[in-house]
């Protein structure tokens, strides 16, 4: 389901802008006031007004009546009459303790996803940016996991977990373990396994933009730092790193909010288990949709989800552009 | 230091990352590729074969026949294409105007996209179906195209906002002194600047249309309408009954294609990506 | 600047309009009138296996041949999205009209309201065809909200090549008694070998169904005013999986984390002597066993009888449906002998209705386990579980975590008692 969301979400994994682009309004502002006079400000309105209709009409109205939902007693059913309740979902919410405990999961899952996401694509991404031999073969097998279909992609990792026909522990076994393992299945190895899985997911995109900042890097600061004698490590520290913040802290908190809305693929490798060690928080409301139609607690779920996502990612790219500024 | 002493080794270790992560990345495709020449004898084998001991050709016959991926492919090639070439039309001259104009629409567009990323979209589905069903949209590859071009534009919006950011103004303003008009401008300077970018734009597009598939299982009824991975699910049983030979075939047919475009894009990807993450 | 605005705004007007015309045509079809031209109806099946495709295609065809006036669309659905498939359309009263699901999850939708009644238009041979505890499973409210079609069981399949080395005999009764079982699993189980691989990964559904065997009925009332009780009989089938894996080792404890499908290639390679499977597996044996492989279907199993939970398929007709008659003519015709006996061969399932039983068997010769699996027919019946609203959220919520727990060892049989019963509390005062 959420399925489509990570679809169409991925494209903006490109959306590592930088500081000039449309973040900071203030900065943006000052300038176009200087530069384009005022009196043209109207012109934008029909170039977007194609854009935006669509979206207002599809997508915004949508969106608010989801949120709406949320203050209400809404369930599935033939002739069902909905009730405005205010805060009432929110006080049962509370003392939910199965749905804190699937957020608490799902902020491990999104968090380790997210760096483990980060550090492997940025490896890839230094690779990539070598003048290497067959890059242009690995420029495209690294975009993989984006072309498989995400309908097949969920089942054939299952099938490679397969103790008894998967590959996977055949090699476990290789590395001197014996017996069969359902790394899937096992308590302590469950969350691991599907944190794995989501990395490889969604690696190509990052990779991509990560790549495209190096390459737009400023050689001349590169040779510079090695003219000083500093290594490849310190100079990937010193220079390289603080060079692509501004690209970083976009595409990991688009990464972020991605990985927490994930769940379609964690519902076909395990269905939330075992025991409930992988029941990921969007998972929790789609079932209370879907599974028991309650509209109006799942979008209650879903704008305190909402809520504490975009106070975490305000408190985290506030930082970021403090530290730019 | 030790670059500069040990070239040789240095680069010998790259090349052995590199091969660790087209592995990681690229095995899973491998296997669907194996697993679409294996007969369901074999993929019921417990001994784990990356190579089939007896390579078949039935699966993907039964893909084509049974799945109807040729028209299948059809129909998901048709509202990917459309809803590209929309999702471009539309949002072209709006990134120009987010970035060229100051606009009250800027903040509020900007935190649209942050908010509509974390709400999550099975709660929008019902209301959405019934705005479709307002306009008779319901069970039509042009309702399809339109949700899929409404759900990709924010992205490509944002995008090709970022590479228009990067084209120097005063570009543009020569043109305006030459008295160009705002279409020319954008026409004959900014498109031709642009157009690794929008290639790049289109292509996530693209593929974020060509694998969806919540809203078509959804909203298309018709079976003569039915896209890709619509017609794929087709393999997929009851308690986790698959069948996985015809599966990964039509699978694999599915996602060749996007590779091999990648393949002959791959350069000019990469070159849009570039000039458009320059610095702005 | 204002003709500019205009212009824009006429643009995406064209665009919606064009497509709202583009489209009105086809929809027109389904919604037409009854006093003019044909009715169609859209029939979504979710036939799986190729043969049972072919099978209910046929059906249609006969049908549309007989019936100029009522045309019936076959289209194909998938069991892994047919939920919300049905959830969106059902709400937004695009359903198709004809509705096959199964009754464990059909009857969610039916208690929301969203489907008919079938039994004014059921004819009477139909109705004596079925026996009476399979209709239970598909009566809400005392209204038959769906025609059962075809049903599974809980079947013991064995490597009988393992069991007679392991000096097992071959039970032949009506049933197997439980103590006989997991006597004859302990005795084949060897230094390679499990007596029984057991896919659990999903325990909620065999735990409840199954644990009928011991008198479970973990749920006593309707709707949404239902008691749980969590005694001896609920908590005896978990108990003697749990000793068999961990006092007998008899069991895989690693299958346990499997769905039975995945836990099939080690029993056809000979890791395991016996495995419990819905019977519809049956259909994989005799499609993917290696030549040597000998394979039978054991006699089901039975502890104070042989009792499982009848989740029988089910075809409905949404509510809504402008058509609701014509379409329950459809079922009723489908609900035929020779036709249900069709489908049900195809995807190795039991027809509901008895002569179409009989009829597979006369067609099969009652070979590859044909005999036992429709046998076990009888012993399907309405559970008490399936008639509580908030069973599925207990099932996610509570049992299916707990029972996994319990599986791998994590928490006692004492526990298990008391997060089945308390997460009910949770979930149903929720």
Same mark, same amino acid.
């Given at each position: 389901?959420?399925?489509?969301?990570?679809?169409?979400?991925?494209?903006?994994?490109?959306?590592?802008?930088?500081?000039?682009?449309?973040?900071?309004?203030?900065?943006?502002?000052?300038?176009?006031?200087?530069?384009?006079?005022?009196?043209?400000?109207?012109?934008?309105?029909?170039?977007?007004?194609?854009?935006?209709?669509?979206?207002?009409?599809?997508?915004?109205? &949508?969106?608010?009546?989801?949120?709406?939902?949320?203050?209400?007693?809404?369930?599935?059913?033939?002739?069902?009459?909905?009730?405005?309740?205010?805060?009432?979902?929110?006080?049962?919410?509370?003392?939910?303790?199965?749905?804190?405990?699937?957020?608490?999961?799902?902020?491990?899952?999104?968090?380790?996803?997210?760096?483990?996401?980060?550090?492997?694509?940025?490896?890839?991404?230094?690779?990539?940016?070598?003048?290497?031999?067959?890059?242009?073969?690995?420029?495209?097998?690294?975009?993989?996991?984006?072309?498989?279909?995400?309908?097949?992609?969920?089942?054939?990792?299952?099938?490679?977990?397969?103790?008894?026909?998967? &590959?996977?522990? #055949?090699?476990?076994?290789?590395?001197?373990?014996?017996?069969?393992?359902?790394?899937?299945?096992?308590?302590?190895?469950?969350?691991?396994?599907?944190?794995?899985?989501?990395?490889?997911?969604?690696?190509?995109?990052?990779?991509?933009?990560?790549?495209?900042?190096?390459? #737009?890097?400023?050689?001349?600061?590169?040779?510079?730092?090695?003219?000083?004698?500093?290594?490849?490590?310190?100079?990937?520290?010193?220079?390289?790193?603080?060079?692509?913040?501004?690209?970083?802290?976009?595409?990991? #908190?688009?990464?972020?909010?991605?990985?927490?809305?994930?769940?379609?693929?964690?519902?076909?490798?395990?269905?939330?288990?075992?025991?409930?060690?992988?029941?990921?928080?969007?998972?929790?409301?789609?079932?209370?949709?879907?599974?028991?139609?309650?509209?109006?607690?799942?979008?209650?779920?879903?704008?305190?989800?909402?809520?504490?996502?975009?106070?975490?990612?305000?408190?985290?790219?506030?930082?970021?552009?403090?530290?730019?500024? | 230091?030790?670059?500069?002493?040990?070239?040789?080794?240095?680069?010998?270790?790259?090349?052995?990352?590199?091969?660790?992560?087209?592995?990681?990345?690229?095995?899973?495709?491998?296997?669907?590729?194996?697993?679409?020449?294996?007969?369901?004898?074999?993929?019921?084998?417990?001994?784990?074969?990356?190579?089939?001991?007896?390579?078949?050709?039935?699966?993907?016959?039964?893909?084509?026949?049974?799945?109807?991926?040729?028209?299948?492919?059809?129909?998901?090639?048709?509202?990917?294409?459309?809803?590209?070439?929309?999702?471009?039309?539309?949002?072209?001259?709006?990134?120009?105007?987010?970035?060229?104009?100051?606009?009250?629409?800027?903040?509020?567009?900007?935190?649209?996209?942050?908010?509509?990323?974390?709400?999550?979209?099975?709660?929008?589905?019902?209301?959405?179906?019934?705005?479709?069903?307002?306009?008779?949209?319901?069970?039509?590859?042009? @309702?399809?195209?339109?949700?899929?071009?409404?759900?990709?534009?924010?992205? @490509?919006?944002?995008?090709?906002?970022?590479?228009?950011?990067?084209?120097?103004?005063?570009?543009?303003?020569?043109?305006?002194?030459?008295?160009?008009?705002?279409?020319?401008?954008?026409?004959?300077?900014?498109?031709?600047?642009?157009?690794?970018?929008?290639?790049?734009?289109?292509?996530?597009?693209?593929?974020?249309?060509?694998?969806?598939?919540?809203?078509?299982?959804?909203?298309?009824?018709?079976?003569?309408?039915?896209?890709?991975?619509?017609?794929?699910?087709?393999?997929?049983?009851?308690?986790?009954?698959?069948?996985?030979?015809?599966?990964?075939? @039509?699978?694999?047919?599915?996602?060749?294609?996007?590779?091999?475009?990648?393949?002959?894009?791959?350069?000019?990807l990469t070159a849009g990506l570039l000039s458009g993450a320059v610095k702005g | 600047m204002n003709v500019k605005h205009l212009a824009g705004v006429a643009l995406f007007a064209c665009l919606v309009a064009s497509c709202a015309t583009s489209t009105n045509e086809s929809d027109d079809t389904s919604d037409s009138g009854d006093s003019e031209g044909p009715v169609t109806l859209r029939f979504n099946s979710l036939a799986f296996q190729e043969p049972t495709i072919e099978a209910s295609k046929a059906i249609v065809d006969a049908w549309n041949a007989e019936h100029p006036d009522i045309q019936v669309e076959y289209v194909q659905g998938s069991w892994d999205s047919v939920?919300?498939?049905?959830?969106?359309?059902?709400?937004?009263?695009?359903?198709?009209?004809?509705?096959?699901?199964?009754?464990?999850?059909?009857?969610?939708?039916?208690?929301?309201?969203?489907?008919?009644?079938?039994?004014?238009?059921?004819?009477?041979?139909?109705?004596?065809?079925?026996?009476?505890?399979?209709?239970?499973?598909?009566?809400?409210?005392?209204?038959?909200?769906?025609?059962?079609?075809?049903?599974?069981?809980?079947?013991?399949?064995?490597?009988?090549?393992?069991?007679?080395?392991?000096?097992?005999?071959?039970?032949?009764?009506?049933?197997?008694?439980?103590?006989?079982?997991?006597?004859?699993?302990?005795?084949?189980?060897?230094?390679?070998?499990?007596?029984?691989?057991?896919?659990?990964?999903?325990?909620?559904?065999?735990?409840?169904?199954?644990?009928?065997?011991?008198?479970?009925?973990?749920?006593?009332?309707?709707?949404?005013?239902?008691?749980?009780?969590?005694?001896?009989?609920?908590?005896?089938?978990?108990?003697?999986?749990?000793?068999?894996?961990?006092?007998?080792?008899?069991?895989?404890?690693?299958?346990?984390?499997?769905?039975?499908?995945?836990?099939?290639?080690?029993?056809?390679?000979?890791?395991?002597?016996?495995?419990?499977?819905?019977?519809?597996?049956?259909?994989?044996?005799?499609?993917?066993?290696?030549?040597?492989?000998?394979?039978?279907?054991?006699?089901?199993?039975?502890?104070?009888?042989?009792?499982?939970?009848?989740n029988p398929q089910t075809l409905s007709v949404p509510a809504e449906s402008p058509h609701v008659e014509e379409a329950a003519e459809f079922i009723d015709y489908f609900m035929a002998a020779q036709n249900l006996a069709k489908v049900a061969e195809g995807d190795w399932l039991i027809p509901a209705s008895s002569e179409a039983s009989d009829a597979v068997a006369a067609d099969t010769g009652g070979d590859n386990g044909w005999n036992e699996i429709l046998n076990s027919g009888e012993y399907l019946t309405k559970a008490p579980f399936q008639s509580v609203t908030n069973y599925p959220q207990w099932d996610d919520q509570i049992a299916t975590p707990a029972l996994q727990?319990?599986?791998?060892?994590?928490?006692?049989?004492?526990?298990?008692?008391?997060?089945?019963?308390?997460?009910?509390?949770?979930?149903?005062?929720?």
């Amino acid at each position: 389901m959420n399925a489509t969301r990570a679809e169409i979400a991925r494209p903006d994994r490109q959306a590592g802008r930088s500081r000039s682009g449309p973040t900071p309004p203030d900065g943006q502002d000052a300038q176009s006031r200087r530069k384009g006079p005022r009196r043209r400000r109207n012109e934008a309105l029909p170039l977007l007004l194609p854009a935006l209709l669509p979206v207002a009409l599809f997508s915004m109205f &949508p969106l608010v009546q989801g949120i709406y939902l949320g203050f209400t007693d809404s369930r599935a059913g033939l002739d069902q009459v909905t009730h405005f309740t205010g805060l009432e979902n929110y006080r049962d919410l509370l003392d939910n303790g199965l749905f804190w405990e699937s957020f608490r999961i799902g902020l491990v899952w999104a968090f380790s996803v997210t760096i483990l996401q980060f550090v492997a694509s940025l490896g890839l991404a230094l690779l990539l940016n070598q003048d290497l031999r067959l890059r242009w073969l690995a420029r495209t097998l690294a975009l993989v996991p984006w072309a498989m279909p995400p309908v097949v992609i969920a089942i054939m990792w299952r099938m490679m977990f397969n103790p008894n026909s998967g &590959p996977i522990n #055949s090699w476990v076994r290789g590395l001197g373990f014996s017996g069969d393992f359902n790394l899937l299945g096992d308590f302590n190895t469950a969350l691991p396994a599907v944190i794995v899985v989501g990395v490889w997911v969604g690696m190509p995109q990052t990779t991509i933009t990560l790549l495209a900042g190096l390459q #737009s890097m400023d050689s001349s600061m590169h040779e510079a730092a090695e003219v000083d004698g500093a290594g490849a490590l310190r100079r990937l520290v010193h220079v390289t790193l603080p060079s692509l913040r501004p690209i970083i802290a976009a595409i990991t #908190s688009l990464d972020f909010i991605w990985n927490f809305n994930q769940f379609a693929l964690v519902y076909v490798l395990t269905r939330g288990g075992p025991g409930g060690e992988t029941m990921l928080p969007m998972l929790f409301s789609y079932n209370e949709a879907f599974r028991y139609g309650h509209y109006g607690m799942a979008a209650a779920m879903g704008n305190v989800m909402v809520l504490i996502i975009v106070a975490m990612l305000f408190f985290y790219l506030r930082n970021r552009l403090r530290e730019n500024a | 230091m030790s670059v500069r002493a040990h070239p040789t080794r240095t680069r010998s270790l790259q090349y052995v990352a590199l091969a660790g992560y087209l592995i990681f990345l690229g095995f899973p495709l491998l296997w669907m590729l194996s697993t679409a020449f294996k007969s369901s004898q074999e993929l019921a084998d417990i001994t784990p074969r990356l190579i089939p001991s007896d390579p078949i050709l039935d699966n993907f016959g039964d893909a084509i026949d049974r799945a109807d991926l040729v028209h299948a492919g059809a129909n998901s090639l048709q509202v990917a294409l459309a809803t590209t070439v929309l999702v471009i039309a539309m949002t072209l001259p709006a990134a120009y105007g987010l970035v060229r104009y100051k606009t009250w629409l800027r903040p509020v567009t900007l935190s649209w996209i942050l908010i509509g990323q974390v709400f999550p979209v099975i709660l929008v589905a019902i209301p959405l179906f019934l705005i479709l069903d307002q306009f008779s949209l319901t069970d039509s590859l042009v @309702g399809l195209t339109i949700v899929h071009a409404v759900y990709a534009l924010p992205f @490509g919006l944002w995008m090709l906002q970022g590479y228009i950011t990067a084209i120097p103004r005063d570009v543009e303003e020569a043109g305006a002194v030459d008295g160009a008009g705002r279409l020319r401008i954008l026409v004959s300077i900014i498109l031709p600047l642009l157009r690794p970018g929008v290639v790049a734009t289109a292509l996530f597009t693209f593929i974020a249309s060509w694998n969806e598939f919540f809203f078509a299982l959804v909203l298309i009824q018709d079976p003569d309408k039915y896209t890709l991975p619509r017609t794929l699910v087709r393999f997929v049983g009851a308690s986790d009954q698959v069948q996985l030979g015809p599966l990964a075939a @039509g699978a694999l047919l599915a996602t060749l294609p996007s590779l091999v475009f990648f393949l002959l894009i791959q350069r000019r990807l990469t070159a849009g990506l570039l000039s458009g993450a320059v610095k702005g | 600047m204002n003709v500019k605005h205009l212009a824009g705004v006429a643009l995406f007007a064209c665009l919606v309009a064009s497509c709202a015309t583009s489209t009105n045509e086809s929809d027109d079809t389904s919604d037409s009138g009854d006093s003019e031209g044909p009715v169609t109806l859209r029939f979504n099946s979710l036939a799986f296996q190729e043969p049972t495709i072919e099978a209910s295609k046929a059906i249609v065809d006969a049908w549309n041949a007989e019936h100029p006036d009522i045309q019936v669309e076959y289209v194909q659905g998938s069991w892994d999205s047919v939920h919300d498939q049905l959830v969106t359309q059902l709400q937004t009263g695009k359903a198709p009209d004809i509705i096959h699901d199964e009754s464990a999850d059909i009857s969610g939708f039916a208690r929301q309201g969203y489907l008919a009644d079938l039994s004014p238009y059921l004819s009477d041979e139909v109705k004596d065809a079925v026996p009476e505890g399979v209709w239970d499973a598909v009566t809400v409210d005392d209204k038959v909200i769906a025609a059962p079609t075809l049903l599974q069981s809980y079947m013991v399949f064995a490597n009988t090549d393992l069991l007679q080395q392991a000096g097992v005999d071959i039970p032949a009764g009506e049933t197997w008694a439980w103590d006989d079982f997991q006597a004859a699993a302990a005795k084949a189980t060897t230094d390679d070998t499990y007596g029984v691989a057991w896919g659990l990964a999903e325990p909620t559904a065999t735990v409840t169904s199954l644990g009928m065997n011991f008198g479970a009925t973990f749920f006593d009332g309707e709707g949404d005013d239902a008691d749980i009780t969590v005694g001896d009989p609920e908590l005896a089938l978990p108990a003697r999986i749990h000793e068999m894996t961990y006092d007998d080792q008899s069991i895989d404890p690693t299958s346990l984390t499997l769905s039975g499908s995945d836990a099939l290639p080690g029993f056809l390679h000979g890791k395991y002597a016996m495995t419990v499977q819905g019977s519809y597996v049956a259909q994989q044996l005799v499609q993917d066993a290696p030549e040597d492989f000998h394979w039978a279907v054991l006699p089901p199993l039975s502890a104070e009888s042989a009792a499982q939970a009848a989740n029988p398929q089910t075809l409905s007709v949404p509510a809504e449906s402008p058509h609701v008659e014509e379409a329950a003519e459809f079922i009723d015709y489908f609900m035929a002998a020779q036709n249900l006996a069709k489908v049900a061969e195809g995807d190795w399932l039991i027809p509901a209705s008895s002569e179409a039983s009989d009829a597979v068997a006369a067609d099969t010769g009652g070979d590859n386990g044909w005999n036992e699996i429709l046998n076990s027919g009888e012993y399907l019946t309405k559970a008490p579980f399936q008639s509580v609203t908030n069973y599925p959220q207990w099932d996610d919520q509570i049992a299916t975590p707990a029972l996994q727990k319990y599986f791998a060892d994590e928490i006692s049989l004492d526990e298990l008692q008391a997060e089945l019963t308390d997460g009910w509390a949770d979930v149903s005062g929720g």
